[in-house]
């Protein structure tokens, strides 16, 4: 006998697929067809992780004692050495018992969502937004408030908007600078200002820092808790070596914040995965402990592409791309071209649009529906210069046809 009931449970079944690997998923497999797709959805940097770091992790195989468990919560010298980065690199001091190591920025994200809010919390989302926040904050009960900013103030809200988003029921402000998607960065000043209406009204700020070490031209990196300190108590700052060390792959990332709430997350993370792999930690003690050199080759790579990319995605009629200051995404505006014409279609939306120029031009870029925004696309610049060059050449000379 059955009983009449959902198959999955109402929480899971509302968690969308991730739009951004579901593209990058596409374009891989019409790539395998024997399709040469170009495919700007990639979060990843496309180097490889730096050789001290693999012969770091190489040595730790041999070595039994990296073959167990570790604490759930992280190797201790790995918490300590992600302390010391943590003062080193922007300026913010804390203990290694406020570290908490996760599987990966993600897991950080998941945690630190469900460690801070109640059914009904409201969680406030500067939008565009990195797909993963709102299904995590829903997951964890909350409900995520879009504050939307477009490409006339270069996808930066203001504190006038958040202000008017805020209500009784908010409990987080979500702050990410450089951003994912759109590669905006806030300067001191936006970040004082905002960090200082988040401390008058009480509430707590969730800061992923991932790209710190990817800002551009005159943008610079600023901590929230280090430009407010009077925040500190009610900060989490995310983080990770995927994106600094082209370590994606590894799977280490961190939470920093107040004791407590980092050993209710570390309970979290004991019954859901216990610790991230002991050699990938062995190999983020590597990366942490190492110096800033590869990640400044990485930086001088990825600020030529995005002028590059930039620079050709203006010059296409019907698109408007503001420059990103960090990260290594472009987010252009295509609402000029919808409801034009090309090749008999007449797409109506982005995602109609992506999946035109995936047909047409075989080239896969991420709709901006997928970050809470359409009408945009999100291109990733972490590919070689020859293939961005021929990439947004080819949808270039696809658009130019739209009548
Ligand atoms: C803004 C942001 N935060 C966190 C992450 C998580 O990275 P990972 O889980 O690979 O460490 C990403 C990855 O794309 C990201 O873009």
């Known amino acids: 006998m059955s009983i009449d009931r959902p198959r999955i449970s109402k929480r899971i079944a509302a968690i969308s697929e991730s739009a951004t690997l579901a593209v990058d998923a596409k374009a891989k497999a019409l790539k395998a067809a024997g399709r040469p797709v170009i495919g700007f959805g990639a979060g990843e940097p496309d180097f490889p992780t730096p050789g001290y770091i693999v012969e770091a992790a190489v ?230 402990t190492g110096d800033l050199s590869a990640v400044a080759e990485m930086r001088t790579a990825f600020d030529r592409r995005r002028q590059t990319m930039v620079r050709m995605l203006n010059e296409i009629p019907g698109i408007v791309c503001p420059e990103p200051e960090g990260a290594f995404y472009a987010y252009p505006s295509v609402k000029g071209l919808l409801g034009k014409e090309i090749r008999g279609k007449r797409p109506q939306t982005s995602v109609e649009l992506a999946s035109l120029i995936l047909e047409e031009a075989e080239v896969a870029l991420v709709p901006g529906e997928a970050f809470g925004t359409p009408g945009y696309f999100r291109l990733s610049y972490a590919l070689g210069d020859d293939d961005l060059v021929e990439g947004v050449s080819r949808v270039g000379k696809l658009l130019a046809e739209a009548t």
């Not at 029921?169 to 905002?194: C, H, M, Q």
Request: aromatic share 8%; glycine share 8%.
């Open 59 to 288: 040595t730790a195989c041999r070595v039994p004692r990296f073959h167990k468990y570790t604490p759930a919560g992280g190797l201790p010298e790995l918490r300590a050495a992600i302390a010391e980065k943590t003062e080193r690199d922007s300026g913010y001091s804390v203990e290694a018992a406020q570290v908490l190591v996760t599987n990966g920025g993600k897991q950080a994200v998941y945690e630190a969502f469900a460690a801070l809010l109640d059914p009904g919390d409201e969680v406030i989302v500067p939008t565009p937004y990195w797909t993963t926040y709102p299904e995590s904050i829903k997951l964890a009960g909350g409900v995520p408030v879009d504050v939307v900013a477009d490409e006339t103030t270069g996808y930066k809200v203001s504190v006038e908007q958040l202000e008017a988003a805020r209500t009784d029921r908010t409990k987080v402000l979500l702050f990410v600078s450089p951003s994912n998607p759109t590669g905006a960065v806030y300067n001191r000043d936006e970040i004082e200002a905002i960090g200082r209406w988040a401390d008058e009204h009480g509430l707590w700020v969730i800061t992923d820092e991932i790209y710190e070490h990817l800002v551009y031209g005159d943008a610079g990196f600023h901590s929230l808790p280090v430009v407010v300190p009077e925040l500190a108590d009610r900060t989490l700052v995310l983080n990770g070596v995927a994106k600094t060390y082209a370590m994606t792959g590894w799977r280490v990332g961190w939470l920093i914040g107040p004791a407590d709430v980092v050993k209710a997350a570390a309970n979290l993370q004991s019954h859901a995965t216990s610790n991230v792999a002991n050699v990938s930690q062995a190999a983020a003690l590597a990366a942490v």
